[in-house]
Antibody
């Protein structure tokens, strides 16, 4: 079955760049049915969507982070990546990657999507 | 646009509980719902109009009315004690937003 695994440094210095990779196994990242997303959760707080990427490289980001985020995809390695620039202590969080099916339309005409498969998450601490 | 949830809800074992999520997005987009237990990744429990992924018990159901989405647990079990988050697209379509989260206690 499909699995996702985050990897990257657990400690990043303030003002530097946070870089994480998500490796997809048990399925292809090049499926036309899915985006691939990043979500984070500061300690003791709620979930925040960071952004999502399609296998072609098309991206959409949370406007609150848009100026500091870049996502990319490497279909040859079945991986997608996150870069968050100029980090501060407020960026300390558990970072999750997740499969994000394309927006669908129900018979009612309403749209819907979801994050249906998640990685286990990786804690990134921003500290000097 | 934000999604607002009650911070905490409690339910007696075996009883029914409804967890709500309010936001303007929810007038045209269904919410998805996630269960998160301590130290674990979130798990999708409801998506679309009222769909459960494989392996999710049928005591979990979803509904929508106006600007409010609801997750109902009929016959709550001790293992349902967890944090629950809603999520939806916002009205600009290309952005997702999570709710503020609800801590469910099963008494």
């Amino acid at each position: 079955q499909l699995q996702l695994q985050e990897s990257g440094p657990g400690l990043v210095k303030p003002s530097e760049t946070l870089s994480l990779t998500c490796t997809v196994s048990g399925g292809s990242i090049s499926s036309s049915d899915y985006n691939w997303g990043w979500i984070r959760q500061p300690p003791g707080k709620g979930l925040e969507w960071i952004g999502s990427i399609y296998y072609t490289g098309s991206t959409f980001y949370n406007p609150s982070l848009n100026s500091r985020v870049t996502m990319s995809v490497d279909t040859s390695k079945n991986q997608f990546s996150l870069k968050l620039y100029s980090v501060t202590a407020a960026d300390t969080a558990v970072y999750y990657c997740a499969r994000h099916p394309l927006l669908l339309v129900a018979a009612t005409g309403w749209g819907y999507d979801a994050f249906d498969i998640w990685g286990q998450g990786t804690l990134v601490t921003v500290s000097s | 646009s934000e999604l607002t949830q009650d911070p905490a809800v409690s339910v007696a074992l075996g009883q029914t509980v409804r967890i709500t999520c309010q936001g303007d997005n929810l007038r045209s987009y269904y919410a998805s719902w996630y269960q998160q237990k301590p130290g674990q990744a979130p798990v999708l429990v409801i998506f679309g109009e009222n769909n459960r992924p494989s392996g999710i018990p049928d005591r979990f159901s979803g509904s929508s009315s106006g600007n409010t989405a609801s997750l109902t647990i009929t016959g709550a079990q001790a293992e349902d004690e967890a944090d629950y988050y809603c999520n939806s697209r916002d009205t600009s379509v290309s952005r997702n937003v999570f709710g503020t989260g609800t801590k469910l206690t099963v008494l």
